[in-house]
């Protein structure tokens, strides 16, 4: 190695690994920037004059560099950086034709269009394997390649509902409450991005790849963790608690003198501690709370106990006094707050990036966080087929005149 090697930055971890991106929205698209962070290109096929649907997901809109607004959605930029924007009509026997040829050139497609939808465009899985037999390819639905469902459209909301997630989501006395983000889109984008790291590292020990299916309303149901379990071993379903936990307690939010705060005692020990903190020395020695399984047991007259003894104080005197003593507790912050945290501006959570449009695009930054191989610099989300000319032009070979044909029927 040369002392000009050893200044170089590390490579990012999936370097040399070229990800064909036909999903929009957001589960497929969350993965694929995943995939970006972490080094791969990524080259997102978009429709001519339209593109991803998020594009149209505002306001609010990105401002340009002179601070008038554009039409970049602040949605779009969620998910979509790292990654190369080509327009090509997949409706088109020329545009289904150059998708083909991308596809034989790329090592991972992700898609997240309704079952066999892509194959009456021949851009499938067993088509395009027969052209690039390392391929992976990534199906995102909303219900998988089969069963009674698979045939339905799947949207996050809606999965939240179907797969028992908002039914202990929420206060007891309330309807059922729908996560604040959608996070079965996340979570499955999250999924797809594990089984596709899977399946290229098969395919350094087989050289052939294979094709992934990734359900929506699998990954929720699989999501419920503890939840599901409590129902699978003890038979009953379970309810909504609002904050509270039901394997845990105390674990919930309580009022403080001027706000809340967020009590997440995790074992017996912090329990006592707690309870010398708070003032509660006969609750510390009552059989009925000295252990979580009593405490469980017995919650409907622990807690408001608790309740009445931390509205004596602020929160901000109690979190003093708590992280003192080793016991876990926090604010419920604002997204505002959140960003304002001393740990979060540390870490550099929020970040910009430059934008084609002039100004800069604000973004949050990857949480992946590699000592030998972090991710490289991010570029923004990229304006609807700014890159179309280079990629036809690099990886396909098309001249200008080519691309021109293509421009004027309607292919790109």
Not at 228 to 240: E, H, I, K, Q, W
Not at 304 to 316: C, D, E, H, N, Y
Not at 361 to 371: I, N, Q
Request: aromatic share 4%.
């Amino acid at each position: 190695m040369t002392d000009d090697d050893t200044s170089r930055p590390p490579a990012p971890a999936l370097t040399g690994i070229r990800v064909l991106d036909l999903s929009r929205v957001l589960a497929g698209p969350w993965a694929t920037q995943t995939l970006g962070d972490l080094g791969a290109e990524v080259i997102k096929v978009e429709k001519p004059g339209e593109g991803d649907d998020t594009r149209g997901w505002g306001p609010p809109w990105l401002p340009d560099g002179e601070g008038r607004p554009t039409r970049e959605s602040a949605y779009f930029l969620t998910a979509n950086r790292n990654k190369r924007s080509v327009t090509i009509d997949m409706a088109s026997p020329q545009g289904q034709a150059l998708i083909r040829r991308l596809a034989a050139a790329s090592d991972v497609v992700v898609e997240n269009f309704k079952v066999g939808g892509l194959k009456r465009y021949g851009l499938d899985h067993e088509s395009l394997a027969a052209l690039n037999p390392r391929l992976v390819t990534c199906s995102i639905t909303g219900f998988g390649q089969d069963g009674p469902e698979a045939g339905r459209a799947g949207y996050d909301f809606m999965i939240q509902g179907m797969s028992g997630l908002m039914s202990v989501t929420g206060s007891p006395d309330t309807e059922p409450q729908k996560i604040g983000v959608a996070l079965v889109d996340i979570l499955t984008g999250l999924n797809a991005t594990i089984a596709i790291l899977a399946a290229l590292e098969q395919r350094h020990r087989t050289g052939r790849g294979q094709h992934i299916d990734i359900a929506l309303f699998d990954v929720a149901v699989a999501s419920l963790a503890n939840q599901a379990l409590n129902f699978l071993v003890g038979g009953t379903a379970p309810r909504r608690l609002g904050n509270a936990h039901p394997n845990i307690v105390p674990y919930q939010a309580f009022e403080t003198a001027d706000g809340h705060l967020i009590l997440a005692v995790g074992n017996d020990a912090q329990f006592a501690r707690f309870c010398r903190i708070a003032e509660l020395p006969d609750i510390a020695a009552d059989a009925r709370f000295t252990s979580n399984r009593d405490r469980v047991a017995h919650r409907e007259t622990l807690i408001p106990v608790i309740a009445a003894a931390l509205k004596r104080q602020s929160t901000g005197e109690w979190l003093a006094m708590l992280d003192a003593a080793g016991i876990p507790a926090g604010p419920i912050n604002t997204v505002a707050q959140a960003f304002a945290e001393p740990q979060a501006l540390a870490r550099g959570l929020a970040m910009s990036l430059p934008h084609p449009l002039g100004g800069r695009a604000p973004g949050v930054r990857s949480p992946l966080r590699l000592s030998d191989s972090p991710p490289g610099a991010a570029t923004a989300a990229p304006l609807l087929g700014q890159h179309t000319d280079e990629v036809l032009e690099t990886l396909l070979g098309l001249d200008p005149a080519e691309r021109q044909a293509l421009r004027e029927a309607g292919v790109i």
